[in-house]
């Protein structure tokens, strides 16, 4: 997959299907899009381009938006990467590219800049200035510009709508399973481990302190959940606390994770996580040995359910 960093890098070699967007979580619903806009490129002889936008419309248009994002635009990257794309259009969205009208998006941008002859959209998709172009404006754009407009059914995009909002909701409540459905993979984000008071080496279960640098990047409610990563190309598996540590006085959100058969020195190291499922919530303990007997507890439940999963 070639990735551009702005509209203006892409020059294209053949024609183009595209789809635009900003995919985030690059859910189920939009792998079918994706999956149908590839097929398509393979059928036409032409490639497949995704157009999509960084920072988050939102950010830009809505002011003191706190959106928080599924994907990381390096993960987003990833998933799109994995799906098979040619084209990958990064451009960087400002309130001078919302102003563009509906024409000058279609004229300037889809057939001068990306050489279009198909593109794969939804029924209900807005564009242009203030958003007030619809797939009717864009049939007879196509007519125009001598490009064809297949639309998504509203089954499909009851799909799509059902999702990226969803999966936030879901993540925040801790609904680890219904988010991980609906995005067809397991949730994950990644950070670099750094040092902690180390208070859970005192209570014999030692945690490695992850930082997650893009704040924009959601992670899940408060609570402890099970867990893997790929060390070494090795899956481990382990359990994770989101939370203050109210037992022993905590108030700074902390996100620790205790891998389980493993004896090794992370400080420094990026890992990514992936989120399996919700063991419990949050919970403060009268004693530390309250809080240690069902630290056990769970660890037994995690290990009962990744033998279930394997």
Request: proline share 2%; net charge negative.
């Amino acid at each position: 997959m070639k990735i551009f960093h702005d509209i203006a890098e892409f020059i294209p070699t053949s024609k183009t299907i595209v789809t635009l967007g900003t995919f985030d979580g690059v859910h189920n619903g939009h792998q079918k899009i994706i999956d149908r806009l590839i097929q398509n490129a393979q059928d036409n002889d032409s490639e497949s381009l995704i157009l999509t936008f960084f920072p988050h419309p939102r950010m830009i248009l809505q002011e003191g938006s706190d959106i928080q994002l599924l994907n990381t635009i390096e993960e987003k990257c990833l998933l799109l990467e994995q799906r098979g794309i040619d084209n990958l259009v990064i451009h960087p969205f400002d309130k001078a590219f919302s102003r563009l009208t509906a024409e000058e998006f279609v004229r300037d941008i889809l057939v001068e800049k990306f050489n279009i002859c198909k593109i794969i959209i939804g029924h209900d998709h807005r564009f242009g200035r203030n958003r007030t172009a619809n797939i009717d404006d864009l049939m007879q754009f196509g007519e125009i510009y001598g490009f064809e407009v297949e639309q998504i059914s509203s089954l499909e995009i009851d799909e799509i709508a059902v999702s990226s909002t969803k999966i936030r909701n879901a993540l925040l409540t801790g609904d680890i399973t219904l988010a991980n459905r609906y995005l067809g993979y397991d949730y994950f984000f990644s950070g670099v481990v750094e040092k902690g008071r180390q208070l859970g080496r005192q209570l014999g279960y030692p945690t490695a302190n992850i930082h997650v640098k893009d704040d924009y990047k959601l992670i899940p409610a408060l609570g402890i959940y099970v867990v893997s990563s790929l060390l070494r190309d090795k899956i481990v598996y382990g359990m994770m606390s989101i939370g203050t540590n109210p037992t022993v006085g905590g108030t700074a959100r902390t996100i620790e994770v205790y891998y389980f058969d493993l004896n090794e020195d992370l400080y420094g190291m990026n890992l990514t996580v992936s989120v399996l499922t919700k063991i419990r919530d949050e919970e403060k303990f009268n004693s530390i040995d309250a809080l240690q007997d069902q630290l056990h507890k769970d660890k037994d439940f995690s290990i009962s359910f990744i033998q279930k999963i394997r």
